[in-house]
């Protein structure tokens, strides 16, 4: 068994391949170490990477022996301040993504009632009226860039009505979180841009309750603070934004290259859930996820794994595990056995899910409807990702179509 991490061998969690040939990437790792592969992050840190489908549903499952608490990691000592994961993965994190115990299960009650009672017939009607604005702007030019025009700004604006925000604050918050998102010089800004809001949205809705998250959230905290609650309506914005937009990303380019999914291009609405379903399978959002902690010393898919170890979840290598896929040919239909928004107490709360899956769905059909040649304006091997290993999204989408005029909110 390997004891260490710097095993011969270990991967770097980094380089193109994880842009070009992920999955064949993944299968080489699990070739040639297994379902846990010793890898290194930036700076010759040393993790394990869990790939293995039974693997990461026991890492998962575990929540105790396999923590959420980062202050569990035994590399602390090693990693400096401007360590470039560290907005990912830092000694305190304090919302609810590195809460562990019976406060989480107490912080995650309360984000799931505040979602679960939001109304989804308006959740969809609101995406609706935004998809609409969107495709208003270039619906008469022939040509868009249907990720930068479209999927990177359509969901946040939804959750920010959904939160609680005004309409007028709504394209400021799209800035601003794609700001953060991208990492750029302007990146720290979007931050304060956004904590900045969320702290004035709760403020308001002290003083003026409605029938939106933050309320809803504010009626029912469980005993944490104010500022514990705009964490994590902070948390939630972001993690529901660009997954989300690459959901629709992902799924707008397998309809418009694969033939299998031709059909709902000329024929409406058909195949949009099965290519969504499809998406989660074989082109995931969220690749990989740091992470977990070993609360002791354990043994997982033939590691040795020290107390305060790292692991990383592969949720696409987990997807594309032979032993769960043996014909990764064959159209995964109804089957949401996909690690994509992760599994066990720490998964994406159900509602959520939900919510992200009324804008997506609701994103894509608009574009159908609204656009019914749209095609693409350039080769499909010319379309690139995003140079990571964590998210995966499409750069860009350039797409062509027969102009049509704007709806201007008369749908």
């Known amino acids: 068994m390997t004891q260490c991490p710097h095993a011969a061998g270990a991967v770097p969690l980094s380089g193109p391949r994880f842009q070009t040939e992920p999955a064949r990437l993944y299968r080489e790792i699990r070739r040639d170490h297994g379902a846990v592969a010793p890898i290194v992050l930036p700076g010759d840190i040393p993790a394990w990477l869990v790939l293995g ?65 939001a109304n989804p017939f308006d959740l969809k009607k609101s995406t609706e009226a935004f998809a609409d604005e969107l495709v208003d702007g270039f619906c008469s030019a022939g040509t868009t860039d249907l990720v930068a025009a479209y999927a990177m700004l359509l969901p946040v604006r939804v959750l920010a009505k959904l ?6 604050r709504g394209p400021a918050l799209v800035t601003a979180m794609n700001d953060m998102i991208n990492g750029g010089p302007t990146a720290l800004a ?62 707008l380019r397998l309809m418009l290259t694969d033939d299998r999914f031709a059909a709902s291009l000329t024929g409406g609405r058909h195949s949009v859930g099965e290519a969504m379903n499809e998406v989660l399978w074989e082109d995931t959002p969220s690749q990989n996820i740091a992470g977990r902690w070993a609360s002791r010393d354990t043994h997982l898919g033939g590691r ?7 692991l990383v979840l592969s949720l696409a290598g987990a997807n594309s595990d032979p032993q769960v896929r043996t014909d990764g040919s064959t159209l995964t ?11 066990g107490e720490h998964r994406c709360p159900f509602p959520a ?33 995003r140079p990571s290993p964590w998210l995966r999204g499409l750069t860009d989408l350039p797409v062509r179509f027969t102009p049509t005029p704007a709806l201007g909110g008369q749908r």
């Open 190 to 251: 979007g931050q304060r841009h956004i904590a900045t809001s969320m702290y004035r949205l709760l403020a308001e809705r002290r003083e003026e309750p409605g029938d939106d998250v933050a309320t809803r959230m504010l009626a029912n905290t469980g005993g944490f603070t104010d500022e514990d609650v705009a964490r994590d309506l902070m948390v939630m914005m972001a993690a529901g934004h660009q997954p989300t937009s690459d959901w629709i990303g992902n799924s």
């Open 53 to 117: 489908y039974r693997e990461l549903h026991q890492v998962t499952g575990d929540p105790v022996l396999f923590s959420r608490d980062s202050k569990l990691w035994n590399q602390w000592s090693e990693i400096p301040e401007d360590w470039p994961l560290m907005p990912m993965i830092s000694r305190t994190q304090p919302s609810i993504l590195y809460t562990v115990g019976e406060r989480h299960s107490l912080r995650a009650a309360m984000i799931c009632e505040a979602l679960e009672a």
């Open 163 to 168: 939160y609680g925000f005004s309409d007028d």
């Open 353 to 385: 899910q939900e919510i992200a899956e009324v804008i997506a769905r609701t994103a894509i059909e608009v574009i159908l409807d609204r656009l019914p040649d749209v095609d693409l304006a350039v080769p499909a091997d010319r379309l690139t990702r």
């Open 304 to 310: 040795h794994i020290k107390a305060g170890d790292l």
């Open 333 to 343: 239909g109804g089957n949401n056995a996909f690690f994509s928004f992760s599994h």
